[in-house]
């Protein structure tokens, strides 16, 4: 995706109107949460100092020679330092239930050899007598030696370089990283300029503003919805795990169409579903008010799957509170180790779902 968004605008001239008073820092730390087109906004501006031949605003000319390089990943001023492509050892291991399909897995931090490598490359002069400009991403998984290794480069900048890091959790990087770098803050946007946006992609016929709002307002996760049938699939699992609760689904046969599909994003789904069931269960409307205090909110609870609400209704109203605290702990955990972990997936999800539908 090669496009502007409008969220952007502003940041955008902020950094332009340093760019014009050249006052650019050595190095930006582009932080905010997931789904705001902050490596959009990197790249953006990565080609945009390379150009040959900015246009308006700024903006990259995607004419010149520089830009056409940028553009075939091929431009000997810019670097991206990303976690590795690993392979993984053995064959589809099935005790995991994994077929073999996917055995190529990033690995989870980017490590100091390569941020030598990059210290190297900035210290090159720039082939083209412009920019240098690297890119890490996410920095947030730069692990403690590859940040120690970068600190030199970002206390002592060698000629005229730029470091982007782009990182959804920058509480993750050392404060000696983050206080050498210049923020820039990513926020949601607005609905009024994220919902159009996001309508003129999608549609209005699989409701955009419902996909916005359980994307908790950030429109390139409600985006990834309408990728293939993630937004069905998300419908599917919430009536099979209705019918599990229910005793109309047997956990053995409800644990396999949990595994099919992302896994991981359908153990997302769940805690989300979970963390709405105790707001359900937690609101003060369903409370009986102590004596002289005044009801405390009226209103129904917002919850983060709004069009899910008569379901998780039904699934908040029989479990005691501490048994929903126990159900959202054991969904995390199931989270963190399929995730991270080499597990039998579909027995976990067995036993999740089996107590789940005693409980
Ligand atoms: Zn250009």
């Not at 946006?197 to 309408?226: C, E, F, H, K, Q």
């Amino acid at each position: 995706m090669d496009e502007h968004l409008p969220w952007h605008d502003p940041l955008w001239q902020q950094v332009q109107q340093r760019r014009a008073a050249d006052r650019l820092p050595h190095a930006l730390l582009l932080a905010g949460p997931t789904g705001l087109g902050k490596l959009m906004f990197a790249r953006r501006l990565a080609q945009a100092l390379l150009c040959e031949s900015p246009a308006a605003e700024g903006n990259a000319c995607g004419q010149c020679r520089s830009c056409r390089l940028f553009r075939a990943g091929s431009h000997p001023d810019y670097s991206v330092v990303q976690p590795e492509d690993e392979q993984k050892s053995g064959e589809g291991d099935l005790s995991t239930g994994d077929t073999g399909s996917s055995k190529k897995k990033k690995s989870k931090v980017i490590k100091i050899d390569q941020i030598r490598d990059l210290c190297a490359f900035l210290g090159y002069t720039a082939q083209y007598g412009g920019y240098k400009i690297a890119l890490l991403e996410p920095a947030d998984q730069l692990n403690v030696n590859a940040a120690n290794s970068l600190l030199k480069t970002l206390e002592e900048p060698p000629g005229t370089c730029l470091l982007l890091l782009v990182a959804a959790r920058p509480a993750r990087l050392p404060a000696t990283v983050r206080s050498r770098c210049q923020l820039i803050r990513f926020d949601r946007p607005s609905v009024a300029l994220a919902l159009p946006w996001l309508t003129a992609r999608i549609g209005s016929d699989l409701n955009p503003a419902m996909m916005l709002d359980v994307a908790g307002g950030s429109p390139l996760v409600a985006l990834s919805y309408a990728e293939g049938d993630r937004w069905r699939r998300r419908r599917e699992l919430a009536e099979s795990y209705d019918q599990t609760l229910t005793g109309r689904l047997d956990p053995i046969l409800a644990a396999e169409a949990w595994t099919q599909g992302d896994l991981a994003e359908n153990l997302r789904w769940l805690i989300g579903w979970h963390t709405d069931l105790i707001r359900l269960r937690m609101n003060a409307v369903d409370q009986p008010i102590p004596q002289g205090l005044k009801p405390m909110n009226p209103e129904p609870p917002r919850l983060s799957h709004p069009d899910l609400r008569p379901l998780l209704r039904r699934w908040a109203a029989r479990p005691a509170p501490r048994v929903l605290f126990e159900r959202l702990d054991a969904a995390v955990r199931l989270h963190t180790l399929c995730t991270t972990a080499q597990v039998n997936a579909p027995l976990l999800l067995e036993a999740f779902l089996s107590e789940a539908a005693d409980g």
